[in-house]
């Protein structure tokens, strides 16, 4: 299921999901205002936190956000830097829905879930735009470096706003506009840096990653509606949606006569494909839990925060484990797009951030009389 990110191709949470998960825990406008977390059990893979306190069940969270897609960033990486797998970005996303197909039916049994709710041509919409997203992510690696795919990840906002106003004509604020600009900047100043120093640096890969944030954006408004007109659980979406794609890749790799050669070079390199790729997608299926538990019981304003840090680390460890060109361009005009990043979250969090700031404004100016009467 989506995730807040979609920093990688795993499922996600959108942005549309965060803001509507909070709405449903305490009806504010607002997405990073927590929803009522004392009634919120906390339910992860299985196991039950409920008798560990609040502080406790909040480490595990975030521990297992960091850990399963830190593991999941530096294993997709790893898989695109061997030789001569480049081409075979699809392959290995047939792959990787064929293991989210798999775990969705082992949770669906674990869970007592047999049941569909959401009608088979919303899930073939939905498949074919999950399909679209992550297929292209993937190939997209073939032709970027992985800092520069995160970026762009990052900047989802961009082509969500933009259809906003094309497609819906909604009006945005002023300070939503103002993060849009920024992450603009940052990301064509962080292009222009790559391409001045990336051997690997490629417009396809451009092209690529764009149209897989389109089609990124575009799932989160099919997901919510379907979700909230029909009341589907989170394992049910995953199951169709990822089951539904695997026959779509399978059949357009079938057609197009791409399954023989990335079948041929993987059965040559079996661990290192089909051994890696399991496991790729197992870490990502478990991150989806945590971030799951994160929003519903910590809020999704805690969770983006969570998420967006781990994206920066991840970024960090990309240039620390795989030998690239590194520019200080890179530093801030990541920075640039982490400002924008934060103005995004602001304008979702306004009241509660301003009553945050309001807090701590007053108990600085208490205490400095205090401070100057011992001065």
């Not at 094309?166 to 506009?177: A, C, F, T």
């Not at 396809?204 to 909230?228: F, P, R, S, Y």
């Not at 991840?314 to 690239?324: D, P």
């Not at 990043?341 to 600085?364: E, G, P, Q």
Request: aromatic share 14%; glycine share 8%.
């Amino acid at each position: 299921i989506p995730l807040v990110e979609k920093d990688d191709s795993s499922p996600k949470l959108t942005s549309v999901q965060v803001e509507d998960s909070d709405r449903r825990g305490n009806n504010s406008g607002h997405y990073g205002a927590a929803p009522n977390i004392s009634k919120q059990q906390l339910v992860i893979i299985g196991v039950s936190l409920d008798h560990l306190s609040r502080s406790t069940q909040l480490f595990i969270c975030c521990t297992g956000v960091f850990a399963f897609y830190l593991v999941y960033g530096y294993l997709q990486e790893l898989i695109f830097s061997f030789e001569g797998i480049q081409p075979f970005g699809w392959y290995l996303t047939l792959i990787q829905f064929a293991c989210y197909g798999i775990f969705g039916i082992i949770e669906s049994n674990w869970r007592r879930e047999f049941n569909r709710r959401i009608p088979l041509q919303t899930y073939a919409l939905l498949a074919f735009l999950t399909v679209s997203t992550m297929g292209l992510s993937n190939t997209s690696l073939g032709y970027l470096n992985y800092p520069m795919q995160v970026i762009f990840k990052c900047c989802k906002l961009i082509p969500v706003m933009i259809g906003g106003v094309l497609i819906q004509g909604k009006r945005y604020s002023i300070v939503d506009v103002a993060a849009c600009v920024l992450m603009s900047i940052g990301l064509i100043l962080f292009t222009l840096a790559d391409s001045e120093i990336s051997p690997k640096f490629d417009q396809t890969g451009i092209i690529l990653i764009t149209l897989a944030l389109c089609a990124d954006a575009m799932i989160g408004n099919v997901q919510e509606k379907a979700m909230k007109t029909y009341s589907s659980t989170n394992t049910e979406v995953i199951l169709f949606s990822y089951g539904i794609g695997f026959f779509y890749i399978l059949a357009g790799l079938g057609i197009s006569g791409g399954l023989r050669e990335p079948f041929e070079y993987c059965a040559q390199h079996p661990s290192s494909t089909y051994g890696l790729a399991v496991i790729f997608s197992l870490t990502g299926y478990l991150g989806i839990a945590f971030v799951l538990s994160l929003v519903k019981c910590f809020g999704a304003l805690l969770a983006v925060t969570v998420t967006t840090c781990r994206k920066a680390i991840t970024i960090v460890l990309s240039f620390m484990f795989f030998t690239k060109p590194f520019t200080f361009r890179y530093v801030w005009s990541g920075a640039i797009v982490l400002l924008g990043i934060a103005l995004n979250v602001y304008s979702k969090n306004k009241d509660k951030t301003d009553a945050m700031c309001w807090r701590f404004w007053m108990r600085m100016s208490r205490r400095k009389p205090a401070l100057s009467q011992e001065i």
